[in-house]
């Protein structure tokens, strides 16, 4: 087990770029979730995934905005023509999503993106 | 919509004392879940804690243990023997049982900052 994992850990990209992120859960949690946090705040929700179904997306992620989880295992989130505004912490979760204990959700490092 | 309150934005404790770090919540649910995540400088989040809502006795993990007041929606935790690794920042969330069928995405707070003095 080594953890959830993202990648890249840093982005700088100009506005208008499009930019892409990854992230491996933990083996074997069928759960997946995105969340970003800006600086003095805590983490938001954006989307979630069980298998490589999506089943929610909060009103945070505008069009700009997809998420994908083929085959039920890494995810990637990619946001089209970034704005300023998209210059934030995304910080991907999963978790085993069975039982009580089974729903604690365990956290990557999360991915820095600075939009200049 | 279920809201999720931490009013100290920045609390100070000195080596192996104890201190106690305030949250509230809001929800119209009965079965729900509770948390504590701490959040060191530039590393990830990590679970401290966490509590079920039917469960009517405080959680406790080592030196971590809760509050939870569930008439009043108040959930804190108290941390003894404060240790300099404790320094991070501390986020409380909140989230649906599993049996409302809802999503089960996480509700934090904003968060308090910890420092640990000598």
């Known amino acids: 087990d080594t953890g959830v994992s993202q990648d890249p850990r840093h982005k700088i990209t100009k506005r208008g770029q499009n930019v892409t992120f990854r992230c491996d859960p933990i083996?074997?949690?069928?759960?997946l979730y995105w969340y970003r946090q800006t600086l003095g705040q805590g983490p938001e929700f954006l989307t979630y995934f069980q298998n490589e179904a999506q089943l929610e997306k909060s009103r945070l992620l505008s069009d700009r905005f997809s998420a994908e989880r083929p085959k039920g295992s890494f995810s990637t989130l990619e946001i089209q023509r970034t704005e300023q505004g998209d210059s934030a912490m995304y910080l991907c979760?999963?978790?085993?999503?069975?039982?009580?204990?089974?729903?604690?959700?365990?956290f990557g490092p999360g991915t820095r993106l600075l939009v200049l | 919509a279920q809201t999720v309150t931490q009013s100290q934005p920045e609390m100070s404790v000195q080596e192996a004392e104890t201190v106690t770090l305030s949250c509230t919540y809001d929800t119209s649910e009965s079965d729900y879940y509770l948390f504590w995540y701490k959040q060191p400088p530039s590393r990830q989040m990590i679970l401290v804690i966490r509590q079920e809502a039917y469960k009517q006795q405080n959680a406790t993990e080592n030196r971590f243990s809760v509050n939870f007041q569930k008439a009043a929606k108040s959930f804190s935790l108290k941390i003894s023997d404060s240790q300099l690794g404790d320094a991070a920042m501390y986020f409380c969330a909140y989230r649906f049982s599993e049996n409302t069928g809802t999503a089960s995405k996480l509700t934090f707070g904003t968060g308090t900052r910890l420092q640990v003095t000598l």
């Open positions: 083996s074997e949690h069928n759960r």
């Open positions: 979760a999963s978790s085993l999503g069975q039982g009580a204990l089974g729903e604690t959700q365990y």
